[in-house]
């Protein structure tokens, strides 16, 4: 079983639904509990949503009003003709792409049906309840609650996870260490996949920022993930350790310690690996073919970190307020 817990969608749902019922009764509405059944299907994760969500809703229960109007007045108040209007009316909502609205909508209908007389006071009863069901809701996901210091946390959190990652490539091109066990992979593809969708929350809740800093820069990350991923069978399956290994040792030992989010200094790095490869192509030539397949992979892996750093190259960078991260370095890679 899930932890017990009430998020905010839960608070304002019940809140929202407690607020609408008692509106629409007190106005003395008929049917004033579908008040807040209109009010719990307008009520979001993000203010896009929300927004989205009223606008499909009152459409449908507009469209579902006037064919009501013309099937129960003109044919007559029978199931048979409910069900053949329902038979027109889904292949429109689908037509329109807001076949979500089509339980909202149906409650509307339904009242229709019920009372059996489409009249004037009926119309404005129904028009009053989806201002007060959709308008309740919609006011309540105006508020959405800070996300900032979650993307903080998973930000920081997959810093440290490529910082151990390139510790540990660093060590098996240094004495050929074998004893990771590459947790740290897995669980940069699960924060990845977390941040992320956290990320594109944060931006459908700013109805007018068009851009994102936290989501570019997990994309960015994920870009990055798939070469580490790529490059990784290069260094673990060198047949030797040779000596141009040691100079990509250094070059990740100094990269992994500066990865972080405030600045962009990729370009720097871009330049630390060219030095690399001058010095790379100093070094003697293989006189096996084992330190010839080592060297050739030890240079696709130079070469996959440029690719690595190019990514980020033109990210402006991310200068949160982390008062518990500890890194003090203002690289960034």
């Excluded at 009430?6 to 509106?23: D, F, N, Q, V």
């Excluded at 700013?206 to 991923?229: A, G, K, P, S, V």
């Amino acid at each position: 079983m899930k932890r017990f817990s009430i998020g905010y969608r839960t608070l304002k749902t019940a809140i929202g639904a407690t607020i609408s019922i008692g509106l629409a009764e007190y106005f003395g509405l008929d049917f004033f509990t579908s008040a807040g059944i209109l009010t719990i299907l307008s009520i979001q994760t993000t203010k896009k949503q929300s927004l989205h969500e009223v606008y499909t809703r009152l459409l449908a229960s507009i469209i579902g009003m006037i064919m009501a109007f013309l099937f129960f007045e003109g044919v007559g108040y029978h199931p048979i003709v409910l069900g053949c209007m329902i038979l027109l009316y889904l292949p429109i909502l689908v037509m329109l792409n807001i076949i979500p609205a089509f339980v909202s909508s149906v409650v509307i209908i339904l009242h229709i049906f019920h009372t059996g007389d489409f009249t004037i006071a009926l119309l404005k009863n129904e028009l009053s309840l989806m201002l007060i069901g959709f308008g309740t809701g919609l006011a309540l996901n105006i508020y959405m609650p800070d996300i900032k210091h979650r993307l903080e946390q998973y930000l920081i959190r997959i810093e440290e996870l490529y910082t151990a990652i390139f510790v540990e490539i660093e060590k098996y091109l240094r004495n050929g260490d074998t004893s990771w066990d590459g947790k740290e992979l897995l669980e940069a593809v699960e924060v990845l996949n977390q941040a992320k969708s956290l990320a594109f929350q944060d931006v459908e809740n700013h109805l007018t920022r068009r851009e994102n800093l936290y989501y570019m820069y997990f994309d960015i990350r994920e870009q990055q993930f798939e070469i580490i991923e790529r490059v990784l069978p290069k260094i673990t399956d060198l047949p030797v350790i040779v000596e141009q290994a040691e100079l990509v040792a250094d070059f990740l030992a100094d990269m992994s310690q500066n990865i972080n989010s405030a600045g962009n200094t990729a370009n720097k790095y871009r330049e630390k690996l060219e030095v690399v490869k001058a010095e790379f192509a100093k070094l003697p030539l293989p006189t096996t073919h084992e330190n010839f397949l080592a060297m050739a992979s030890l240079y696709q892996f130079i070469e996959e970190m440029d690719l690595y750093l190019a990514i980020k190259k033109d990210f402006k960078g991310i200068s949160p307020s982390r008062k518990h991260f500890k890194k003090k370095s203002n690289d960034e890679n």
